[in-house]
Nanobody, 114 residues
Framework: HLVESGGGLVQPGGSLTLSCVVS????????MGWYRQIPGQERELVAD???????NYSNAVKGRFTISRDIAKNTFFLRMNNLQPEDAAVYYC??????????WGQGSRVAVSS
């Protein structure tokens, strides 16, 4: 399963790094992504990493967020810089671009406020 952590409250312009510990699956065989859900909206894919290591980003976060992985720790990360109020959401990791419904975790909440 997947366990996300690292969220919190930051001021606009601040940074956070989210972690996603993967168990039961080998991340080298998976295309994994970070999703977010803003209240009242559908969950959206904001970043993913292909098995090759190639990174993909939505236009909303390109240039500010960076996805990475630690294969030895079977863990994914999302470094988020220059956070803005519109980035406030619950962030989840899952397979990409089609998430597996049986893998959704509790997510990690990010709040951005001055």
């Amino acid at each position: 399963h997947l366990v996300e952590s690292g969220g919190g409250l930051v001021q606009p312009g601040g940074s956070l790094t989210l972690s996603c510990v993967v168990s039961g699956l080998e991340i080298t065989f998976l295309r994994m992504g970070w999703y977010r859900q803003i209240p009242g909206q559908e969950r959206e894919l904001v970043a993913d990493m292909e098995r090759s290591g190639e990174e993909n980003y939505s236009n909303a976060v390109k240039g500010r967020f960076t996805i990475s992985r630690d294969i030895a720790k079977n863990t994914f990360f999302l470094r988020m810089n220059n956070l803005q109020p519109e980035d406030a959401a619950v962030y989840y990791c899952n397979t990409a671009p089609w998430p597996r419904h049986d893998l959704w975790g509790q997510g990690s909440r990010v709040a951005v406020s001055s």
